[in-house]
């Protein structure tokens, strides 16, 4: 048998509910057919029990008279049997003139021969006729015994309008439909009542998750069903998993971060005025050096055991950065547009968000020709940033590898060939990510995908 499909994304209340329906519908309708069928068979046990007590008389005081023809020792003419023309008759036939019922009214009982004449056995009890008869237009149910009285074998016949069979079965089922359609109703709702009390568990879980995914809480807490626990206890594990590869991930670079201080001081200080006259490279140094203490603060942040996801509100970062790169690339005199509301926060740590934006900015600004576009879209849970240029782009073929570390797309602009790398390991921490894609007309976009914090935000900029 095979069972009905259902749509790709269905609910499981919607599957449960259907199931529950089509099998309460089909147990109804086996269960109304059964009942039907077992009132339909008291009735027909009833009449069988009247037409047989009405045979079993007859043949009780029938007797053989000296010429031949038979004689009844009493009357049997009693309700229902004196109604002329009520399909209720009674007949007693054999080689001479047959016996009737009042209710016949002088004739006999229409039907077709009996089947192997002359081979009449005798039988033990009244049965019903294979045979149909018909009175008019009246359907009759017969029952008959061959008796044998004397030395001749007689039929002893009796009947009943198919009326009397079938009208009850009919009235029992005009009130079994609607008591069933009534109980299948009854049936449904409690089945419904049961799904959604039986799913709460699993609705709060859900709520639970979404809690997790937002930051607003670091773990599944303990569930009431049993059968959700296991569920429950593998999706903390994982969260740990995960929790405990970001703390790797951030003592990583918190290493990286302390192998190149030491160098960064050694450079800091062989720098004087003698071999950097305009202190263009101590700048430089300070900031590399700025960078270095961001990593270690971030990787003393992990390590101390913060686990809930930062909050952070984007327009405001947003427009320092503009202002910032606005002020060092004055000279190209770019045109810059954003359109951020400002209630919009991502959960992800201001200084990774300034260091991913800082870079995917600081690229359009350096590539657009003359404009950078900035908007923010909320998608479900995430928060798509994108920021667009009217520069060249980059050739199609050469998009994949945009994200390798040391790939620079033009030798003859400033960098270093790692601020994408960066810039997208950061957000893929953060449960994000970063995809590039050309312009139709000119130019690039790239998308900033973060989680979006509904939370509080922890940090306002």
């Excluded at 209710?103 to 033990?124: E, F, Q, V, Y």
């Amino acid at each position: 048998m095979k069972l009905p499909s259902f749509p790709s994304r269905s609910t499981i209340s919607a599957r449960l509910l259907a199931f529950s329906t089509l099998f309460v519908t089909a147990t109804l309708i086996v269960a109304a057919v059964i009942l039907w069928l077992i009132v339909a068979g008291v009735v027909r046990e009833q009449i069988d029990q009247r037409l047989d007590t009405q045979i079993e008389a007859l043949r009780g005081t029938l007797t053989m008279n000296p010429d031949g023809s038979m004689s009844l020792g009493a009357a049997f003419d009693g309700p229902p049997f004196d109604r002329v023309g009520a399909g209720w008759y009674w007949q007693v036939s054999g080689n001479g003139a047959p016996l009737t019922s009042i209710s016949l009214a002088g004739r006999t009982i229409d039907s077709p021969p009996r089947p192997l004449p002359g081979r009449h056995r005798p039988d033990k009890e009244p049965v019903p006729r294979p045979e149909a008869a018909r009175d008019g237009g009246m359907d009759l149910y017969v029952r008959s015994i061959d008796a044998r009285i004397g030395d001749q074998t007689l039929e002893i016949a009796a009947t009943a309008p198919r009326s009397a069979l079938n009208d009850p079965a009919r009235r029992a089922l005009f009130w079994l439909v609607p008591a069933m359609v009534v109980l299948g109703i009854s049936l449904v709702l409690g089945t419904l009542l049961q799904v959604r009390f039986g799913l709460r568990p699993l609705k709060r879980l859900t709520r639970a998750i979404a809690e997790v995914a937002e930051g607003s809480r670091e773990r599944l807490p303990d569930v009431e069903a049993e059968e959700l626990r296991p569920a429950a206890n593998e999706i903390n594990r994982l969260i740990a998993a995960n929790v405990q590869r970001l703390s790797d991930t951030r003592l990583h670079f918190a290493n990286l971060a302390h192998g190149l201080k030491t160098p960064v001081a050694s450079l800091s200080l062989a720098l004087d005025d003698g071999n950097d006259p305009d202190g263009a490279m101590r700048q430089l140094v300070e900031r590399i050096d700025a960078r270095i203490r961001h990593h270690l603060a971030r990787a003393r942040k992990t390590m101390s055991g913060a686990g809930m996801a930062a909050a952070t509100l984007l327009q405001p970062s947003v427009a320092d950065l503009v202002q910032v790169l606005s002020r060092i690339h004055a000279e190209r005199g770019h045109h810059v547009t954003c359109d951020i509301r400002g209630d919009v926060a991502v959960a992800c740590a201001a200084d990774d968000l300034e260091e991913v934006l800082g870079n995917l900015i600081d690229n359009a600004f350096k590539w657009a020709r003359s404009a950078v576009r900035i908007t923010a879209s909320i998608e479900g849970r995430m928060v798509d940033v994108c920021i667009e240029d009217d520069g060249p782009g980059i050739a199609q073929d050469a998009l994949a590898s945009a994200f390798m570390p040391g790939v620079r797309m033009d030798e003859t602009v400033q960098g270093d060939g790692f601020g994408l790398t960066i810039a997208r390991e950061i957000a893929e921490l953060c449960g994000g990510g970063i995809t590039l894609a050309n312009r139709p007309e000119n130019g690039l976009t790239v998308t900033l995908r973060l989680p979006r914090a509904t939370h509080p935000v922890a940090q306002v900029r």
